[in-house]
């Protein structure tokens, strides 16, 4: 017979006792949803009319705001989650209440279900009804297209998704608790718990590894984590899946299907145990701070360990140099406040601060335990190398070899990005049997034991120091990042050996990866002027390919021994819908053989150093303190005798470029003044090559540079 | 019929019921009794299967009654607290039981609101204290369920409405199967409508009789006797309960029948006496100075 009792019509009223959020929820949405929509299509519209917009720019931007673009709707989602489902199982809080829905007969599952579908419908309805309505605002407005409605469709499943995330947060939240202040606190936790474990985690490993690259892409298990909070996951999934350990470049379509899929198995889960745990959850469990008993030792050690290490490391930081009598500080005092607030939110009784002292030790433990692990990298983290039988390719990326290259990628069909510079070069360089890359790793392994670091090293001692992260490509498909610091000078003759690499070009230059047919327009700059190439398609392409042969040809030791003089840039063709264009821009050397013949070909004369002939003077100061103090500058001295010129000229090199492994002097500032093309006069600044400081320069200005 | 046997509820460190064993028979009306804390609420919580019991069982016309919704069906529980929907009137609460109580009838409802001068449409939170308590009763009087369980439901109703609840309470008894469970710490309240009372004290149960057996088992006696050795001899006949003397009038709470009384203190040649009943509550002391059980902590 209790069968009889209608699930729907329990349902509606549930709802109908509710109907305030659906209210609510409704004026705020239409105001969100067609009327905002509404505004910016005749806000944009009067643009299109006036031509500052195309049109293909306002679908775009259409789609966008119609999918997820709004970000007013999260804002509502989130709320509207915490709201339904405090109004909804709020009443297990309540003896009174409990007394009545579990002494009538309807089963504790069906009771649940009730509580929980109307929650649902609660926010669902008003939203599809506005999202409905607001598809009807741009087919009124004749703007609607099928990408249109596809991203509306696709934003009703996200938004019902992160809801129900939301939602099932909250509720797991209450079911844990008794007393709405500490349920208000669990659904806190909930979020916050495991993002901040996952930093505390970083921050040890940062402070005691030094090797430590960070958790890059989901390449260790402790990404993960971020998974178990709605927070993380909802950022994660809505910021293109980075959290989830996949490959930004991948199909769009692809990307969302695993992210439905993930969020539809976190959603399933999390209600599996909302059910079971409302099963088990006792009615006098209303009133109580916690609603399981046996689950408050558990949970106390789990967030006075956190909140200890937490502590820990942030005091440790406090302090510009890592202090660990700080530390120690910090994580007393953590475990001492995270006790006591713990007791009194379990208790309500100031009394109880320090009871319960057994859950305390283990906490303490657990805190020391994990501190001396990083204290004393019981794992040997920072020695760690894969087995050379067991890598299948290696990838590095050193800071300071090519830092003025840009990395971009296609985010989907309406934008570019800029890919992580380290995350390029890890994907697209596989490099094997290279013995060179195992020898600057070694040298790599070797410096973080003797902890060279920046942070322990003044200026001048770390000046020829890189930072160089590794990632080891291993053969049972896990992937081991390291980062470690070389001397440059000390890996130079490995340096020549992977330059020489097709593979390590690969990753180095995404110029290399590129197609003619990705660009539309090149520009090169010279030391006098600035090009843009005029030519057929035809040339084009082979300036291009041209630019990729000198790159792939470029040897470490042309960049040593030059630094460019110009440089190349390749503006990507314009996307549809996209106002704006990237580029990428590359150096030219006066190696760069191929690339200046086609130039050539086209009709350019490309400067690739200054005529001694046109140069006027050249001013050299010496980069002192003495100097900059002088207010009227008369410490430096002008040169014009050809001679001098010519030998100045011949020693110095062009400053204010990416340099990679030049080595320069830079006690010494050179202006070289000069007449270009037009005769117009102009100045370029120089550096000395290391060691290379003409001899009369140095009897000019000698004890000036000195002091 | 309710047989609960060897039921036991703990909460945190406190124990709230203890051992408890009963058997509340159907078309009477069962009254627990006891003081502040004896546990009546859990007692009843765990009848209505809110709660479910640590150990022992609970059994409703063959049934247990937690989680199972065709035990529950058969019973209607009135807390001590009653909860009303926010912003509900009676005829809200009457459409929301009549959708969970197949058998609930609305008609007697608003029959019975009528004649109570309750308005069905007015929001429940401007009633009264005493006007909620009516609504409640009502609401499960018309749920028509076997079982009607009320946590002190008579109190803060006044003297005319606990009449009128009454005589609901034995109309519908006569009328169909319903056997209401009535808890209170007023033991005036219950004298006039129980069959059978249980009292609890401290978790557990004392004793469980019906009223009459109590009523008829034990009496006052008061009786002056010619010698201290008649005196004696018949406290050593009866079994005396309490005794208390003012000059030479003895007074004793003895069990027995009056019959039985009558005889033993006619032998003893008495220069006055006289037999007298007992109230529920006059008993009620006795029975717990005799378990050894301090009556301050009764509330009467």
């Not at chain 1, 299109?48 to 500052?52: A, C, H, I, M």
């Not at chain 1, 992977?498 to 097709?502: A, F, K, S, T």
């Not at chain 2, 909860?83 to 912003?87: A, D, E, G, K, R």
């Given at each position: 017979?209790t069968?009889?009792i209608?699930?729907?019509?329990?349902?509606?009223t549930d709802?109908?006792r509710r109907?305030?959020?659906?209210?609510?929820l409704?004026?705020?949405?239409?105001?969100?949803?067609?009327?905002?929509?509404i505004?910016k299509?005749?806000?944009d519209m009067?643009d299109?009319?006036?031509?500052?917009l195309?049109m293909t720019?306002?679908?775009?931007?259409?789609?966008s705001?119609?999918?997820?673009?709004?970000?007013?709707i999260?804002?509502?989602?989130?709320?509207?989650?915490?709201?339904c489902?405090f109004?909804?199982?709020?009443?297990l809080?309540?003896q009174?209440?409990?007394?009545?829905?579990?002494?009538?007969?309807v089963?504790?599952?069906?009771?649940f279900?009730i509580?929980?579908?109307s929650g649902?419908?609660?926010?669902?309805?008003?939203f599809l009804a506005?999202?409905?309505?607001?598809i009807?605002?741009?087919t009124?407005?004749?703007?609607?297209?099928g990408e249109?409605?596809?991203?509306?469709?696709?934003s009703?499943c996200?938004?019902?998704?992160?809801f129900l995330?939301f939602?099932n947060?909250?509720?797991?939240?209450?079911?844990l608790t008794?007393k709405?202040l500490?349920g208000?606190?669990?659904m806190?936790v909930?979020w916050?718990?495991?993002?901040?474990?996952?930093?505390?985690?970083q921050?040890?490993a940062?402070w005691?590894f030094?090797t430590y690259?960070?958790?890059?892409?989901?390449?260790k298990l402790?990404?993960?984590?971020l998974?178990?909070?709605?927070?993380?996951?909802?950022?994660?999934t809505?910021?293109?899946g980075?959290?989830?350990?996949m490959s930004?470049?991948m199909?769009?379509?692809?990307?969302?299907?695993?992210?439905?899929?993930?969020?539809?198995?976190?959603?399933?889960l999390?209600?599996?145990?909302?059910?079971?745990?409302?099963r088990?959850?006792?009615?006098?469990?209303?009133g109580?701070s916690?609603?399981?008993?046996?689950s408050?030792?558990?949970?106390?050690?789990?967030l006075?360990?956190?909140?200890?290490l937490?502590?820990g490391i942030?005091?440790?930081?406090l302090?510009?140099?890592?202090?660990?009598?700080w530390?120690?500080?910090?994580l007393?005092?953590?475990?001492?406040?995270a006790?006591c607030f713990?007791?009194?939110?379990?208790?309500?009784?100031?009394?109880?601060?320090?009871s319960?002292?057994?859950?305390?030790?283990?906490a303490?433990?657990?805190?020391?335990?994990?501190t001396?692990?990083?204290?004393?990298d019981?794992l040997?983290?920072?020695?760690?190398?894969p087995?050379?039988?067991?890598i299948?390719s290696?990838a590095?990326s050193?800071?300071?070899l090519d830092?003025s290259?840009s990395?971009?990628?296609?985010?989907?069909?309406?934008?570019y990005?800029?890919?992580d510079?380290?995350?390029?070069r890890?994907e697209?360089?596989?490099?094997q049997?290279?013995?060179?890359?195992?020898?600057i790793?070694?040298?790599?392994?070797e410096?973080?034991?003797n902890n060279?670091?920046?942070?322990?090293?003044s200026?001048k001692?770390?000046?020829?120091l890189?930072?160089?992260?590794?990632?080891y490509?291993l053969?049972?498909g896990?992937?081991?990042?390291?980062?470690?610091?070389?001397?440059?000078?000390?890996?130079s003759?490995?340096l020549?050996a992977?330059?020489?690499?097709?593979e390590?070009k690969k990753g180095q230059y995404?110029?290399?990866n590129m197609?003619?047919?990705?660009?539309?327009?090149i520009?090169?700059?010279?030391i006098?002027?600035?090009?843009?190439?005029?030519?057929?398609d035809e040339?084009?392409?082979?300036l291009?390919?041209?630019y990729?042969a000198?790159?792939?040809?470029?040897?470490?030791q042309?960049?040593?021994?030059n630094?460019?003089?110009?440089?190349i840039?390749f503006?990507?063709?314009?996307?549809?819908?996209?106002?704006?264009?990237?580029?990428?821009?590359?150096p030219?050397?006066k190696?760069?053989?191929?690339?200046?013949q086609q130039?050539?070909?086209m009709g350019y004369?490309i400067?690739t150093?200054l005529?001694?002939?046109?140069?006027?003077?050249i001013q050299?100061e010496?980069?002192?303190?003495?100097?900059?103090?002088d207010?009227?500058?008369?410490l430096g001295?002008d040169?014009s005798?050809?001679d001098k010129?010519?030998?100045i000229?011949?020693?110095?090199?062009?400053?204010?470029v990416?340099?990679?492994?030049v080595?320069?002097d830079?006690?010494?500032?050179?202006?070289i003044?000069?007449?270009?093309?037009y005769?117009?006069?102009?100045?370029?600044p120089?550096?000395?090559?290391?060691?290379?400081?003409p001899e009369?320069?140095?009897?000019d200005?000698?004890?000036?540079?000195e002091? | 019929?309710i047989e609960?046997s060897?039921v036991?509820k703990?909460?945190?460190?406190?124990?709230?019921?203890?051992?408890?064993?009963?058997?509340?028979?159907?078309?009477?009306?069962f009254?627990?009794?006891?003081?502040?804390g004896?546990?009546?609420s859990t007692?009843?919580r765990m009848?209505?299967g809110v709660?479910k019991?640590?150990?022992g069982?609970i059994?409703?016309?063959?049934?247990?009654?937690?989680?199972n919704?065709?035990?529950?069906e058969k019973?209607?529980?009135?807390?001590?607290?009653q909860?009303?929907?926010?912003?509900a009137s009676?005829?809200d609460?009457?459409?929301y039981?009549a959708?969970v109580y197949r058998?609930?009838?609305?008609d007697?409802f608003k029959?019975?609101?009528?004649?109570?001068?309750?308005?069905?449409?007015?929001?429940?939170?401007?009633?009264s204290?005493?006007?909620?308590?009516?609504v409640s009763?009502l609401?499960g009087i018309?749920?028509?369920?076997?079982?009607l369980?009320?946590?002190?439901?008579?109190d803060?109703?006044d003297?005319?409405?606990?009449?009128?609840?009454?005589?609901?309470?034995?109309?519908?008894?006569?009328?169909?199967?319903?056997?209401p469970?009535?808890a209170?710490?007023n033991?005036?309240e219950?004298?006039?409508?129980?069959d059978?009372?249980?009292?609890l004290h401290?978790?557990?149960?004392?004793f469980?009789?019906?009223?009459?057996?109590?009523?008829?088992?034990?009496?006052?006696?008061?009786?002056?006797?010619?010698d201290?050795?008649?005196?004696?001899?018949?406290?050593?006949?009866?079994e005396?309960?309490?005794?208390?003397?003012?000059?030479s009038?003895l007074?004793?709470?003895?069990?027995?029948?009056k019959?039985?009384?009558?005889?033993r203190?006619?032998q003893?040649?008495?220069?006055f006496?006289?037999v007298?009943p007992?109230t529920?509550?006059e008993?009620?002391?006795?029975?717990?100075?005799v378990?050894?059980?301090d009556?301050k902590?009764?509330?009467f």
């Open positions: 017979m069968s009889k209608s699930f729907s019509k329990m349902t509606i709802i109908k109907v305030w959020i659906f209210a609510i409704v004026l705020v949405l239409i105001l969100l949803m067609p009327v905002a929509t505004i299509i005749d806000r009067a299109v009319v006036k031509g500052s195309k720019n306002l679908t775009a931007g259409l789609i705001w119609v999918g997820s673009g709004n970000g007013g999260t804002f509502v989602v989130l709320c509207s989650a915490i709201v489902a109004s909804g199982f709020g009443y809080y309540s009174k209440k409990v007394d009545v829905f579990h002494s009538i007969p089963k504790r599952e069906k009771l279900l509580q929980y579908v649902i419908f609660l926010f669902l309805i008003p506005c999202k409905v309505l607001t009807l605002v741009c009124a407005k004749g703007v609607i297209t249109v409605l596809y991203a509306a469709l696709l009703v996200f938004n019902l998704l992160y995330i939602y947060f909250a509720v797991l939240a209450i079911m008794g709405m500490v208000i606190l669990g806190l909930f916050a718990y495991f993002p901040l474990l996952y930093a505390i985690f921050g040890y940062y005691y030094n690259y960070g958790s890059p892409w989901g390449a402790i990404d993960w984590m998974y178990l909070s709605p927070v993380t996951l909802y950022y994660g809505q910021t293109g980075s959290l989830l350990g930004i470049d199909p769009t379509a692809q990307l969302r299907l695993i992210t439905l899929i993930v969020l539809i198995i976190v959603v399933v999390t209600f599996v145990l909302l059910m079971w745990l409302y088990k959850r006792n009615s006098e469990a209303a109580n916690m609603a399981f008993a046996k408050k030792p558990v949970i106390k050690v789990f006075v360990a956190v909140v200890t937490g502590s942030c005091f440790g930081a302090v510009n140099e890592q202090s660990e009598v530390l120690v500080f910090g007393l005092l953590g475990l001492v406040v006790q713990i007791e009194v939110i379990y208790a309500y009784d100031i009394r109880k601060v320090f319960h002292k057994k859950t305390l030790g283990i303490a433990g657990c805190v020391v335990l994990i001396l692990f990083y204290r004393f019981l040997r983290y920072d020695s760690y190398e087995n050379h039988e067991d299948e290696v590095i050193i800071d300071s830092s290259i990395y971009y990628y296609m985010e989907d069909e309406y934008s990005d800029y890919y510079r380290d995350k390029y890890f697209h360089m596989n490099l049997n290279v013995p060179e890359i195992y020898e790793i070694q040298q790599g392994i410096n973080g034991k060279i670091t920046y942070e322990n090293l200026d001692e770390a000046a020829d890189s930072e160089m992260a590794v990632c490509k053969k049972n896990k992937t081991i990042y390291r980062n470690y610091y070389v001397y440059m000078q000390e890996i003759s490995q020549h992977l330059y020489n690499q097709e390590f995404p110029m290399v197609k003619a047919d990705n660009f539309d327009n520009e090169v700059g010279d006098n002027d600035y090009y843009s190439i005029k030519g057929s040339d084009n392409r082979r291009i390919e041209a990729q000198d790159l792939m040809n470029l040897s470490y042309d960049m040593e021994e630094v460019p003089f110009g440089n840039s503006r990507m063709k314009s996307l549809e819908g996209l106002d704006y264009q990237y580029s990428m821009n590359y030219l050397y190696v760069c053989e191929k690339t200046l130039l050539k070909d004369v400067h150093e005529k001694q002939s046109d140069v006027i003077k050299v010496p980069d002192t303190s003495e100097y900059w103090e207010s009227d500058n008369n001295k040169y005798d050809p010129i010519k030998e000229m011949d020693a110095s090199v062009l400053a204010e990416d340099n990679n492994g080595d320069v830079c006690d010494w500032m050179i202006i003044y000069y007449r270009n093309q005769e117009n006069e102009n100045s370029a120089y550096q000395f090559r290391e060691g290379k400081v009369f320069i140095m009897q200005l000698g004890d000036i540079a002091d | 019929m609960v060897k036991r703990v909460f945190d460190d406190i124990e709230a019921v203890q051992n408890i064993s009963a058997a509340i028979q159907e078309g009477a009306v009254g627990l009794v006891g003081t502040n004896a546990g009546k007692f009843l009848l209505a709660l019991p640590d150990e069982t059994i409703l016309d063959g049934e247990e009654v937690f989680e919704g065709k035990a529950k019973l209607f529980f009135i807390p001590d607290e909860y009303f929907f926010p912003n009676a005829k609460m009457m459409d039981y959708m058998e609930f009838d609305k007697k029959e019975y609101m009528g004649k109570f001068n309750l308005s069905m449409e007015r929001k429940i939170h401007t009633f204290k005493g006007m909620k308590r009516q009763v609401l018309c749920a028509n369920t076997k079982y369980f009320c946590d002190e439901t008579f803060g109703l003297p005319v409405m606990r009449q009128a609840v009454k005589s609901i309470f034995v109309a519908e008894m006569m009328n169909r199967d319903f056997t469970v009535i209170s710490h033991l005036r219950l004298e006039d409508i129980c059978h009372v249980g009292l401290q978790g557990g149960v004392l469980s009789r019906d009223l009459e057996d109590i009523k008829t088992g034990v009496h006052k006696i008061q009786c002056v006797l010619p201290t050795a008649d005196e004696e001899q018949l406290m050593k006949e009866l005396v309960l309490q005794c208390t003397r003012s000059g009038l007074t004793l709470t003895a069990r027995g029948t019959m039985e009384i009558t005889q203190i006619e003893r040649n008495p220069i006496w006289e007298l007992l529920l509550e008993i009620f002391i006795s029975e717990t100075e378990a050894g059980y009556i902590n009764l509330v």
